[in-house]
C-alpha cells in the first residue's frame, strides 16, 4: 500500500486525525515513533530550520523538493504531506511541482492560492491572493496532475482569502475546489469558531484545521465535532528552539545540571539508524577491513 493509499484510508476512518507539523527527516523520524499517523513537511519549518530564513517565499521549487525526499526517504511507509505552496508559477508549474513531489514519496501535496512570493498565513497583516479564476486553474492542474502520478497523492487544497478578502471568498474559492476534486480542503487563519464550524460541516470533502496563532485554540474533541478530518499542530519546532536555548545557556553558565532533559548518546544513534548500518556494513567486511 502506498502512503497515498495509507492517508485516504486514514481520512476514510471515524477519527480526527492528529497531524504533527515537522522541518525534515528527523523530526518526521520522532513523529513516526511518537504514534502519529502522519505529519505535514511545512515550508515555515523547512525555511527556519535549514536556512534560518522567515517563510516569505524564499526558498526555492528544487531545495523544497530535495527535502520532500529526503524526509519520505527517512520513513518509508508513513504518510507525508507536503507543502508546495503556491505551486511556484503558473498551472503549467503546478502540474511539474505535483509530478515531483509525487516521485519525491509525498502521500499529498498542499497548493494554495496566495501570490508569490507567499507568506505563512500567520505572520502579521493580511495575505494577497491571485484571482478565483487562477486560484481554481491551480487546483484544475494538481488534480490533473494527481490523476497521472505514480502513487495517486492526495491533494490538500488551501485558500488564504480569508484575511486576503474575506470569509465568505474563502467559503467560495473551498467550493470551486471541491468541484475540481481537491481531496482535502483548508481555509487559512478562520478566525472564530463560527467560522470554524461552518467551514468544517460546508462540505463533502475532508476539511483541515490549524491551530496557529490567527486561529482559536479548540480541543480535539471540538473540532472533530464540527466536522473535521485533520488538526495539524506547528509545535516542535518552537519546542526544539527553547529547549537548545536552555542547553545552550546551561552550557555557558557551566550548570548543565540546569539544562532540558537530554537524548542519550544511544537514543540518538538509535534515531539515525547506526544499528542497521553497522549491521549491513558487517557483511561487506574482507580480511583487510
Known amino acids: 500500500m502506498s502512503t497515498a493509499e495509507k492517508l485516504r484510508e486514514l481520512l476514510a476512518g471515524p477519527d480526527l486525525l492528529v497531524c504533527p507539523v515537522i522541518s525534515g527527516p528527523l523530526s518526521a523520524r520522532l513523529a513516526r515513533q511518537a504514534g502519529f499517523p502522519l505529519a505535514f513537511l511545512g515550508g515555515f519549518g523547512i525555511s527556519a530550520e535549514r536556512f534560518a530564513l522567515p517563510d516569505t517565499g524564499l526558498i526555492s521549487f528544487s531545495e523544497v523538493v530535495d527535502q520532500v525526499h529526503n524526509t519520505c526517504e527517512a520513513v518509508p511507509g508513513f504518510p507525508v504531506v507536503a507543502d508546495g505552496d503556491t505551486g511556484y508559477g503558473n498551472?503549467?508549474?503546478?502540474?511539474?511541482?505535483?509530478?515531483e513531489f509525487s516521485r519525491a514519496g509525498a502521500a499529498a501535496i498542499l497548493i494554495e492560492d496566495q501570490t508569490w512570493p507567499k507568506q505563512c498565513g500567520h505572520y502579521a497583516g493580511g495575505r494577497k491572493v491571485v484571482s478565483r479564476e487562477e486560484a481554481r486553474m491551480r487546483i484544475r492542474a494538481a488534480v490533473e496532475a494527481r490523476d497521472k502520478a505514480d502513487g495517486g497523492l492526495l491533494v490538500l487544497a488551501r485558500t488564504d482569502a480569508r484575511s486576503a478578502v474575506s470569509f465568505e471568498d474563502a467559503m467560495t474559492r473551498c467550493r470551486d475546489f471541491q468541484e475540481e476534486g481537491a481531496d482535502i480542503l483548508f481555509a487559512e487563519a478562520l478566525e472564530n469558531e463560527q467560522e470554524l464550524r461552518a467551514f468544517a460541516g460546508g462540505f463533502d470533502k475532508p476539511?483541515?484545521?490549524?491551530?496557529?496563532?490567527?486561529?482559536?485554540?479548540?480541543?480535539?474533541?471540538?473540532?472533530?465535532?464540527?466536522?473535521?478530518?485533520?488538526?495539524?499542530?506547528?509545535?516542535?519546532?518552537?519546542?526544539?528552539?527553547?529547549?537548545?536555548?536552555?542547553?545552550?545557556?546551561?552550557l555557558k553558565a557551566d550548570h548543565m545540571e540546569d539544562a532540558p532533559p537530554l537524548a542519550s548518546f544511544e537514543e540518538v544513534t538509535q534515531l539515525v539508524d547506526l544499528p542497521e548500518y553497522m549491521a549491513q556494513e558487517a557483511r561487506y567486511k574482507t580480511g583487510d577491513s
Open 91 to 99: 498551472a503549467m508549474n503546478v502540474r511539474r511541482t505535483v509530478r
Open 207 to 250: 476539511t483541515w484545521a490549524n491551530m496557529m496563532p490567527k486561529t482559536p485554540l479548540k480541543s480535539r474533541q471540538a473540532l472533530h465535532q464540527m466536522g473535521f478530518k485533520v488538526v495539524t499542530y506547528n509545535v516542535l519546532l518552537s519546542a526544539s528552539v527553547r529547549a537548545m536555548q536552555g542547553t545552550l545557556a546551561a
